[in-house]
């Protein structure tokens, strides 16, 4: 079976981004077995009053001194971190956007969650979506599998015994399916976005929302449908980030035929404002973030 290696060797990145991305890659290894030493809450909050799972901060430190020592990046943004962390030696000229453990809710009830990972080329880490060259998140399921796109379609590996990533779908694309999940609480929601729930729910949609965006995406990857999480009463912005998590995964949508709005626009062409910009989020199959779009302007 093609190694992630024998797959990025047949695209056109450049060998100091093969390298990279290899490397983030195979940390899922250390972050999945930090799982059983870190299932409690750290006693602290994130930028966003959220209060980090001890495995957020791991997760988070390990890919950060990971990545400053290699000397490929010169900026990375967390969802961790209150500032953009820069490298201004580092040999290499990339900026990595992550969300070092999405779904943190679910650690302790051993559900799946993941690590999203975005990389620009040029250093600077708040660029808009569509520039990313490489997008890809990591996800700790029954099976440890990476799914990535260098902008040429997206693939899936799988971690085998001998702990090497080997493919397991190739150039992936998107259904139109009928899965939908939704965010927030209901008797929050703003009408245009109940009434996109009714179209969805009577067009016989299947509920399917776990707490876990990067799993909940990968459920739409695969069989298609609609993930969002909406703005609300007195939340505008919603509750996700555009840096770490609606631009790699918007970015991985569209490869894949999909497509990524925050109700009124393409996500992947807004310019993050600051690292925590936050968004709604509808990601998911073309027509239904169209329907989404539609209902948001009255449906
Ligand atoms: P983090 O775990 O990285 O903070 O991600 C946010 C998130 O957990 C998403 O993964 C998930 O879809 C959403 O929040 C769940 O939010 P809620 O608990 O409000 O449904």
Redesign the pocket.
């Known amino acids: 079976m093609k190694t992630l290696r024998q797959y990025l060797d047949d695209t056109p990145c450049e060998e100091p981004l093969k390298d990279l991305i290899e490397l983030i890659a195979y940390q899922s290894i250390p972050i999945r077995d930090a799982f059983i030493d870190n299932q409690t809450y750290a006693g602290t909050e994130n930028t966003y009053g ?1 209060e980090q799972a001890a495995l ?1 901060k791991w997760a988070d430190s390990h890919l950060i001194s990971v990545l400053g020592k290699s000397g490929f990046v010169k900026a990375i943004a967390s ?1 961790e971190q209150a500032d953009i962390v820069k490298f201004p030696d580092a040999f290499g000229d990339y900026a990595v956007v992550m ?1 070092p ?5 679910l650690i302790q009830v051993n559900l799946a969650v993941g690590t999203i990972i975005g990389i620009f080329r040029g250093g600077e880490a708040l660029q808009k979506g569509e520039d990313l060259a490489v997008a890809m998140y990591m996800l700790y399921g029954p099976m440890t599998v990476l799914t990535i796109t260098t902008g040429n379609g997206v693939n899936t590996f799988a971690l085998n015994s001998e702990g090497l990533f080997v493919l397991l779908k190739e150039n992936i694309q998107m259904p139109e399916g009928k899965l939908f999940g939704s ?2 609480i209901r008797n929050e929601w703003l009408s245009a976005h109940q009434d996109f729930i009714t179209l969805c729910e009577q067009k016989g949609g299947k509920l399917r ?1 776990s ?4 799993a ?1 995406f990968h459920q739409i990857l695969t069989y298609g449908g609609v993930y969002c ?1 909406p703005a609300a009463q007195g939340k505008p912005e919603g ?2 980030r555009l840096v770490f ?1 609606a631009n790699p995964i918007g970015f991985i949508a569209k490869q894949a035929g999909g497509a990524i709005s925050d109700g009124k626009q393409d996500l992947l062409t807004v310019v993050p404002e600051k690292p925590d910009h936050r968004t709604p989020i509808y990601v998911g199959s073309k027509s239904i973030i169209e329907s989404a779009e539609s209902c948001m302007k009255g449906c």
């Open positions: 959220e957020d969802e969300d453990l999405d779904g943190s809710s965010g927030g929302y707490g876990s965006f990067v909940d999480y509750k996700l998590e």
